[in-house]
């Protein structure tokens, strides 16, 4: 296990790292997550909804596919099961990591009422207690909600409301545990984390740009990975807004980022990046929204690079 | 005029603004100051780019008709001159409290290049300290940098780039002196206020909702009134997201919120609160960008005809 990372460590991204069987497509990683043997999981848009890879980015298997509706977000727990977040499903799944259903929250298709605080409206992501296996989804895109769940998918409690003060959300758009005890919210449009006990009392916030995903390190690594997102269309263009990932120790302050200063396909640049994870070198992948943001609007349209490995180095 | 607590009440004043036939904010009113006198300054995009009303709302003069290219902020200084930012004529012009031209910063109709950190591309606002008659321009659309300027309009200092880290902007949209020795920036697209010392070093940043607008109370009153704008279009019709002025202390704590909790046209919503001021007695006065607005909302967008009439623009809360 890499120990956690300092102002010091130096990250490169690894170009080509994802070898696709011809011709298997992602359109667009939009998450990603890694196993105890390292293995990565890739749950996309394409017809192959879960791709996983070794470390190398050699691939392994495929499975799911007809079975979601638009992938969203992935995490895996201690024992490698799988949580799976379909947003436009309403639902959230898990399944073991050959892909088979332990259980489903949500009804798949059904969503609850706009912005009424019940499960789920368009849900975005999972977070798993690594000490009792409780669930916490964030909730989402129709919602300003974060849900608990029990280790068997028994619902427990929610919390949250629309709004910019502490406790409310503007789009949850990714969770994370901190620690065993805490809970950290990606809330997206209000430009910041917010960390809770894990009975979903407040304890603080974070001021930064435009979070869209978040993770914790593996093992000592108690450091957090935030991907941020691109400023909005008024400053397209403008150097240093978003599309980096930035390290945080556990209190929230900054250790290091990296990314280039303009998004781009190149490949230590970033388009839209959507999910973090990160193994256990240390080295960090990131799952991005590519098609949406970007390929969906070139003439012809296409897919363009959407999954990102930068290897830790040194430090 | 004592502060504002979190418990000192507003109303607001239905129809405050009295225009007589012919005079119109038609293409938003987009900021506001208050004199010595209590009498208000509407600096809009209608037909008297310039509109004085006294505490009242009583109409008294409108100036600069054709004089301006797009009006943006508007500040006043203790002797009562005039401080117009024309964000698409590129320049300030200090003027009298009759309207006479003093100077001008910048030449008009020529930016400096895109976010080269020259003067000027699409500036946003102005403060002025008290104390020493200093300048400190928000610049802007086009840039991410505050200038500082001697009395007499000559360039002493800039500060600030493009970015998201302490003493970077991303769209420096508003700036108000804090005491004498202090400014506060609306870092309208980094969701954050950031104040920096008269010298540009930066001391904190205050994390608030997509703030359009910030300035501090007159007198003993040394609250921040922040308009925080709507959030961006996934979130739309989404409640207690912007559209409302929060009202702060000066060390930042949250006290209260103005208005909400979504956005609308009634008596006591925002709709874009773009310039804030206060006068005298701590009430506070809002101009929106309302028709800016009004064509970017879900069920207007792509729409070519304008309401026949006025939407709502200028907002006076009287405090209680």
Redesign the interface.
């Given at each position: 296990m890499a120990n956690a990372a300092t102002s010091a460590t130096v990250y490169e991204p690894v170009p080509y790292w994802a070898k696709l069987p011809h011709p298997m497509f992602f359109k667009e990683a939009t998450s990603v997550a890694v196993d105890s043997n390292d293995n990565v999981y890739v749950f996309n848009r394409g017809d192959h909804p879960v791709i996983v890879f070794d470390k190398d980015g050699n691939f392994l298997e495929t499975w799911g596919a007809g079975e979601f509706v638009r992938p969203h977000g992935i995490t895996i727990d201690a024992e490698d099961n799988l949580y799976l977040a379909d947003d436009d499903a309403h639902m959230v799944e898990k399944r073991t990591k050959e892909g088979k259903l332990i259980f489903r929250l949500g009804e798949k298709g059904k969503a609850a009422a706009w912005q009424e605080g019940d499960p789920f409206n368009r849900p975005t992501n999972v977070a798993v207690n690594p000490e009792n296996g409780d669930l916490f989804i964030s909730d989402g895109y129709g919602n300003s909600r974060v849900h608990k769940y029990d280790t068997d998918g028994n619902y427990i409690k929610s919390w949250g409301e629309s709004g910019s003060m502490p406790g409310q959300f503007s789009l949850p758009h990714n969770i994370s545990m901190n620690g065993t005890d805490q809970v950290t919210v990606a809330d997206r449009e209000n430009f910041r984390l917010q960390t809770f006990t894990t009975d979903g009392e407040f304890v603080k916030q974070i001021h930064m740009h435009r979070p869209m995903a978040l993770c914790t390190g593996r093992g000592d690594d108690t450091n957090l990975y935030v991907a941020e997102a691109a400023a909005p269309p008024v400053q397209e263009g403008v150097r240093r807004l978003g599309l980096r990932v930035v390290i945080l120790d556990p209190e929230g302050n900054q250790i290091t980022n990296f990314g280039n200063e303009l998004g781009g396909e190149g490949h230590d640049q970033f388009i839209a990046p959507h999910a973090i994870s990160v193994d256990s070198e240390g080295s960090v992948y990131v799952a991005e929204v590519s098609y949406t943001a970007f390929g969906s609007n070139q003439d012809p349209v296409r897919e363009v690079t959407s999954l990102r490995k930068w290897k830790r180095v040194s430090g | 005029m004592t502060t504002a607590t979190s418990q000192t009440k507003y109303e607001p004043v239905a129809g405050w603004a009295k225009l007589p036939m012919g005079v119109t904010f038609r293409g938003d009113a987009t900021s506001i100051a208050v004199d010595s006198k209590d009498n208000v300054y509407v600096f809009n995009r209608g037909t008297e780019p310039i509109a004085v009303f006294d505490i009242d709302g009583n109409f008294l003069r409108g100036m600069g008709h054709g004089e301006f290219v797009r009006p943006h902020g508007i500040e006043i200084d203790a002797d009562d001159n005039l401080y117009l930012v024309d964000d698409d004529g590129h320049m300030i012009q200090k003027r009298t409290n009759d309207g006479e031209l003093i100077f001008t910063l910048g030449t008009k109709g020529e930016p400096c290049e895109w976010?080269s950190g020259g003067m000027f591309n699409r500036p946003t606002d102005i403060a002025i300290n008290p104390a020493t008659g200093e300048l400190f321009v928000s610049d802007g659309?086009g840039n991410?940098r505050i200038h500082k300027f001697d009395p007499d309009g000559n360039h002493m200092l800039s500060w600030g780039?493009?970015?998201?880290?302490p003493g970077?902007f991303?769209?420096p949209h508003n700036i108000s002196m804090l005491g004498t020795d202090k400014v506060i920036v609306a870092d309208r697209?980094?969701?954050?206020l950031q104040i920096f010392t008269t010298d540009g070093e930066f001391v904190e940043?205050i994390?608030?909702?997509h703030p359009m607008s910030v300035t501090q109370g007159k007198g003993d009153d040394n609250a921040l009134y922040v308009g925080?704008m709507i959030?961006?279009p996934?979130?739309q019709g989404?409640?207690?997201?912007?559209a409302m002025i929060a009202v702060l202390s000066p060390e930042g704590e949250?006290l209260q919120h103005l208005g909400g909790p979504l956005p609308g046209q009634g008596v006591d919503q925002f709709t874009a609160p773009h310039g804030v001021s206060t006068d005298s007695q701590g009430s506070v006065y809002a101009a929106e960008v309302a028709w800016t607005n009004y064509f970017s909302s879900a069920e207007n967008s792509g729409s070519d005809t304008p309401p026949l009439g006025e939407v709502v623009s200028l907002r006076k809360w009287r405090r209680v």
């Open positions: - | 976010q659309y991410s780039e493009s970015g998201t880290d970077q991303s769209l697209e980094n969701f954050r940043q994390h608030i909702h925080e959030p961006p996934v979130q989404v409640r207690n997201l912007g949250f």
